[in-house]
């Protein structure tokens, strides 16, 4: 493997942990995005918001910790957030109709807003 692919930063903006992640997000690194996924949920915070502005791959790795993420969430009343998807990310989402289990949000004002 060449380099970092996926950098991970979290965040707290008005009292909410934000999942800030840059690369991709594949086979490879979707267990370094699953455990940033889980400590953000250890905090006990009911709606997760990841910025996805710097996010130039996906596949269905990631997905599927988002929604293992949503499965744990959803008894509970919260939400799975994402912010600034790329075209094709938000393509995919759409495609498999995921697009209506995670809230997708333009800016990261209007996710926090959503989640408050």
């Known amino acids: 493997m060449e380099g970092i692919r996926l950098e991970i930063e979290l965040k707290n903006v008005d009292g909410l942990e934000i999942l800030d992640a840059a690369g991709e997000i594949d ?8 455990e940033a996924i889980n400590t953000i949920l250890a905090t006990g915070q009911k709606h997760l918001i990841v910025d996805m502005s710097r996010i130039t791959y996906m596949d269905s790795s990631g997905f599927g910790a988002l929604l293992s993420a949503t499965r744990r969430l959803r008894p509970e009343g919260g939400t799975i957030n994402m912010v600034n998807v790329s075209p094709a990310i938000d393509r995919i989402l759409k495609i498999t109709r995921l697009s209506s ?4 949000h333009d800016s990261l004002d209007e996710a926090i807003q959503s989640a408050k």
């Open 27 to 34: 086979v490879y690194t979707a267990p370094q995005f699953k």
């Open 101 to 104: 289990v995670f809230a997708l």
